[in-house]
């Protein structure tokens, strides 16, 4: 049996502000931007994996949840406290800049870790921690 990852989710407070940092700055495809009611679906991804897609969606979206439960993770999102992705990418400094250049919030500039990477950190538009990392 294999099991592959097909979808992540990202929390996002401003989709048009996430699609200029993940599509324009990064080199993110869209594969989808579709209304349906009062939602804006926004998918995107790597060209170089076409069946992992990256939905970046607002907080608290989930059908079940309360206007408590969304106005509690729109806070969440807000301290930036919320967990984001790690990008791999091949080379960590030229990642660095290139993020540092379309306005990421530097974290962590690009440090040798003691686990076999090559890492940095920023926060997107919304508060999300990235890390890009790059093996040893």
């Known amino acids: 049996m294999d099991i592959t990852l097909s979808q992540c989710f990202i929390s ?3 989709h048009d502000a ?11 495809e869209v594969r989808n931007d579709v209304v349906f009611e009062d939602m804006r ?55 660095f800049d290139r993020v540092a250049r379309i306005g990421g919030e530097v ?4 440090m040798d870790q003691p686990y076999g990477v090559r890492d940095c950190a920023f926060r997107d538009p919304a508060g999300n921690l990235l890390r890009f990392a790059q093996r040893r």
């Open 107 to 110: 974290v962590q500039e690009p």
């Open 12 to 14: 996002v407070n401003d």
């Open 41 to 95: 679906w926004v998918t995107v991804g790597s060209p170089a994996q076409p069946d992992v897609d990256i939905v970046l969606e607002p907080p608290g979206v989930n059908v079940g949840a309360s206007p408590k439960d969304r106005r509690v993770m729109a806070e969440l999102l807000a301290k930036g406290v919320l967990r984001g992705v790690i990008f791999a990418t091949d080379d960590c400094d030229a990642t």
């Open 18 to 28: 996430a699609l200029a940092f993940y599509r324009d700055g990064l080199g993110l």
